[in-house]
């Protein structure tokens, strides 16, 4: 059952310059995404440092106003929620942000972090300082330490504490930005670990945003792959792994080692050229043609549209031979 519907959602931030500060151009950080995330799933969102990954979560969560585009709640229009509503609605939608250092504010106690959550909401009147303990253990921390600073725990326990403290008000979705990548390899696995088992506890939807498709791949069920702003590509986890239909995605794997090592020698590798493209300055047709070895004048002319075929997988690609396009 679907829980989140997001439909054509449009972010632009304002370029101004000159000493009276005009607007003479506009950043199109998110042009025009839309996907649905169903119950107890996940949704895996890759791409390059400066595609606009932050920008669409914190579109979804609005802390970030969209420009253009609708977020459907459990079909509640999110999008559309004057302040009033909008305050009890993001209880159902919570977010945990990259770095677990900034986003806790450092003078305050695990409790008063969690506890303010409960207290904006008004939830567990009463006995916050017994759900503050539960939570903690639900995230593998010693319920003893609520009394602590944000400094007196390791980065990895950190983001635990984010994961707590978005759980406190039981929210459907939670919107995942990176949350390992602040993080020593070795313990990016225990919190991914976590998710999965938050996840079967408690039936919570994710999307989970990382840069690297490594990452979200045994987490997901499905994978979306971002570009400048645009989702290229999109399908059930494996079959994206194993059948990459985007030149973008099929780099982007290709920079993926392999375990087996006469596998990994015996294998031709896809290197992107150039940097991705100022999004102030998109380029014209398909945003990806600058750094596509594939590209023709139509990929100049003409935006691709994501087609999907009968596995459930979509590509927006000029050149690709979709199997059966429906
Ligand atoms: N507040 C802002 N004002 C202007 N441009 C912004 C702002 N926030 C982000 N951007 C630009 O929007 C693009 C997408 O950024 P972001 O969403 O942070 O990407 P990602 O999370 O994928 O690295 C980048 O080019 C970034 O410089
Ligand atoms: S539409 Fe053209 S430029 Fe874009 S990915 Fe496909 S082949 Fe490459
Ligand atoms: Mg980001």
Known sequence: M???????????????????RRQTGSVQAVSGIGFTLDRGRTLGLVGETGCGKSTLAGCLVRLIEPTAGRVLL????????????????????QMVFQDPYASLNPRMTVRSIIGEA?????????????????????????????????????????QRIGIARALAVDPDVIV?????????????????????????????AYLLIAHDLAVVRHVSDDVAVMYLGRIVEQAPADELYERPQHPYTQ??????????????????????????PSPANPPSGCRFRTRCWKA????????????????GHQVACHHKELRHVI
Not at 255 to 268: F, I, L, M
């Open 2 to 20: 679907t829980i989140l519907d997001v439909h054509d959602l449009v972010k632009e931030y304002p370029v101004r310059s000159g000493l009276r």
């Open 74 to 93: 459990d079909d509640e229009d999110f999008t559309a929620l004057g302040p009033e509503a909008l305050r009890a609605a993001r209880r159902r939608i």
């Open 118 to 158: 409960l207290e904006i909401h008004g939830l567990h009147r009463g006995r916050e300082h017994q759900r503050v303990q539960e939570l903690l253990e639900l995230v593998g921390l010693d319920p003893d330490h609520a009394g602590r600073f944000p400094h007196e725990f390791s980065g990895g326990q950190r």
């Open 176 to 204: 995942l930005d990176e949350p390992v990548s602040a993080l020593d390899v070795s313990i990016q696995a225990g919190v991914l670990n976590l998710l999965e088992r938050l996840q079967d506890q408690l039936g919570l």
């Open 251 to 276: 780099a982007l794997l290709s920079a993926v080692p392999v375990p087996d090592p006469r596998a990994e020698r015996a294998r031709t590798r896809l290197v992107l050229s150039g940097d991705l």
């Open 296 to 311: 023709t004048q139509v990929c100049a002319d003409e935006a691709p549209q994501l087609r999907t075929d009968d596995r």
